[in-house]
């Protein structure tokens, strides 16, 4: 835990300077120490570094530490000098010059620094993966959904055309039916008129007919 905590302190150091910024001299130096992280800057257009990020990243530094004196320990070195007033230049040898007593060498630093970046691109690598699950699953499965959602409204928006096309068809054979039946009416209407005028006509001539024989038969005999 306290190999974290160094770590971190070494990369962390907002929280450490903060308190300095009223002196003018170290100021410059510390905002120096940002360095590492700018070269994602190109990648990084309209992100920001987040502290859950950069604790998941200086972990993996930590569980892969290399045993004895590497680029943590004189990243170590350097953090240590970052509050003296001296220039980047100086504050880098200064730092190699202690480096120098524990059998440091540039060539061994630059190569330690390199497995740490190795490390990072590693993790970099399994957040790709992890992004691009949770891609498939929360962005890929749902276009999908909306792909076959868009077939379905397809689909039925073509039942409603043909049930439209139906439904109109139906409307103009019931209006036809109603047409008919309209006609038939008139036609039967017609005919019961026609009937009844016969019936009537038949009749009364006959019921005429009756009664001229009741008045000229009937008295005669």
Known sequence: MSMWKNIRSLFIIEEETEPQEEKTP??????????????????????????????????????????????????????????????????????????????????????????????????????????????KLQVESKEQEIRKLDETVKSKAEKIRQLTQEIESHQKAKAGLQQEIGDAVEKLESTRRDFIASYQSLVGQIRKDMENMKQYLENKE
């Open 26 to 135: 170290p100021k410059a130096p510390s905002r120096q120490e940002p360095a590492p992280s700018a070269g994602q800057e190109p990648e990084n257009a309209g992100g920001k570094v987040t502290e859950q990020f950069t604790e998941v990243l200086l972990r993996a530094m930590s569980e892969n530490n290399i045993e004895g004196f590497d680029y943590l320990e004189y990243k170590k070195s350097l953090s240590s000098l970052r509050k003296m007033p001296m220039d980047e230049p100086t504050r880098y040898q200064s730092a190699f010059a202690m480096a120098q007593t524990m059998g440091a060498q540039p060539q061994r630093l630059i190569q330690t620094a390199q497995h740490y970046v190795q490390v990072l691109e590693q993790e970099e690598q399994k957040f790709q993966a992890a992004l691009a699950n949770q891609k």
